[in-house]
């Protein structure tokens, strides 16, 4: 993946490039959350690659979206050992986007339902009858598909 000719990165500019912090940086190398070992330079501060910036950049996005950090090791870990684990890592990360699909869905209904009570307020204000909402109970539409 990396190259010795690729120019390297301190620890401050991937954590400028990633949004994450120093400190997060070095527990995601201490968690091994790393395809590879995080190299040092000859004055033994960490180096990185413009590679390991794009990993960090997934492993954001893995993150945000609820893959736990020891799966995301466990992903790590298979990358690392090589050929033979492709089968494996394609089934975690199908897994995932599963996951991640259903919590878009949810989140979908959510909105719409959010959305319903955001139109009955706009009416109601405009009516001058938002002051009944709530008098006798929550007031909610029927959704637009039940007719």
């Not at 501060?45 to 990993?55: K, M, N, P, S």
């Not at 870990?77 to 869905?105: D, N, S, Y």
């Amino acid at each position: 993946m990396t190259t010795a000719a690729q120019s390297t990165l301190t620890i401050g500019e991937v954590s400028e490039l990633t949004g994450l912090t120093t400190h997060t940086l070095r527990f995601y190398e201490q968690e091994g959350l790393f395809f590879a070992p995080v190299r040092r330079n000859a004055a033994g501060r960490r180096v990185f690659t413009q590679d390991e910036v794009a990993w960090l950049r997934v492993c954001t996005k893995l993150r945000s979206s609820g893959m736990p950090l020891p799966e995301i090791r466990h992903y790590a870990q298979l990358v690392l050992q090589g050929p033979g684990t492709e089968v494996e890592r394609f089934e975690i990360l199908r897994r995932h986007e599963a996951k991640v699909q259903q919590q878009v869905a949810d989140l979908q209904e959510a909105l719409d339902v959010i959305h319903g009570k955001v139109e009955l307020y706009a009416r109601r204000l405009a009516a001058g009858t938002a002051d009944q909402l709530w008098r006798n109970g929550p007031e909610c539409d029927p959704p637009a598909d039940a007719g």
